[in-house]
């Protein structure tokens, strides 16, 4: 039986109307599922106006005890465990926790932007498949500027429409990252978060190392490793929250 995760609530209550089992209760002024009441319909996911309510499967809830079994993340602060489950969840690889640079305040300002409606840019499509709770702006189909490459000149181009207030992510392309790194330079943009795990021999680690020579809200990580999927993640990890919220 799937768990029911609720987070960013808005007081509407359509959910606790709607639910035919009246699983859903007011417990210490938030909402929650009651586990043996619930019978997975999932209808209260399909009322719900803002997204605030997920099912989460089995396997993934079990995933999720395993790695908790396995890698000590206990102790990082929330939304950076988040983040860092997320990714060794999507990659079965513990190595990640110590890889990643997880900054808590700027993910939180990142988390609140993405609830507040906020532009969400990417620099691949392949990472835009990833994301499927949230619209996502990706622009690597123009025409590339004269010596830039399709992605740098996607973001050169989201930059125009969306100067302040985005989350830009970066899943492959290192040239991306550094033209994104420019524009912020000569402050044509002014992101809530950049999300930079670029991945590749080229450029990669070197592009990450200079996100974090900056003073911009970020998440990175040391390696050369990176990619579409891990960058996916990691917005997941601020849209979904803890799968196992109840346990901790
Ligand atoms: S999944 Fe169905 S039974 Fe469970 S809380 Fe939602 S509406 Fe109620
Ligand atoms: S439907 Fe969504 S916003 Fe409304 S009370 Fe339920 S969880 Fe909150």
Same mark, same amino acid.
């Given at each position: 039986m799937e768990t029911v995760v609720i987070e960013?609530?808005? +007081?509407? +209550?359509a959910c606790l109307l709607t639910c035919p089992t009246h699983a859903i209760r007011p417990v210490g002024g938030k909402l929650h599922a009651l586990g043996h009441l619930c019978n997975g319909c999932g209808e209260c996911v399909e009322v719900c106006p803002v997204d605030a309510i997920r099912l989460v499967h089995p396997i993934e809830a079990e995933s999720y005890r395993i790695l908790r079994s396995t890698v000590d993340t206990a102790r990082l602060q929330p939304l950076s465990r988040n983040v860092a489950e997320r990714i060794i969840h999507t990659t079965a690889d513990p190595a990640w926790r110590d890889d990643l640079v997880l900054d808590e305040r700027a993910l939180s300002q990142g988390a609140q932007a993405l609830a507040e409606g906020a532009p969400l840019i990417v620099d691949v499509n392949m990472v835009a498949a990833g994301i499927t709770r949230y619209p996502t702006i990706c622009h690597i189909d123009n025409t590339p500027e004269p010596g830039l490459t399709r992605a740098a000149t996607g973001f050169r181009r989201a930059a125009r429409q969306y100067p302040t207030g985005a989350v830009w992510v970066v899943g492959n392309a290192p040239t991306a990252l550094y033209e994104l790194l420019r524009l912020s330079q000569t402050n044509a943009v002014t992101p809530a978060l950049v999300i930079g795990l670029p991945v590749g021999f080229v450029g990669a680690a070197e592009s990450k190392q200079a996100l974090r020579e900056t003073t911009l809200p970020q998440l990175s990580n040391v390696s050369a490793r990176g990619g579409a999927a891990v960058a996916a993640a990691a917005v997941n990890a601020l849209l979904y929250g803890d799968p196992l919220k109840e346990d901790r």
């Open positions: 960013a609530c808005q +007081g509407c +209550g």
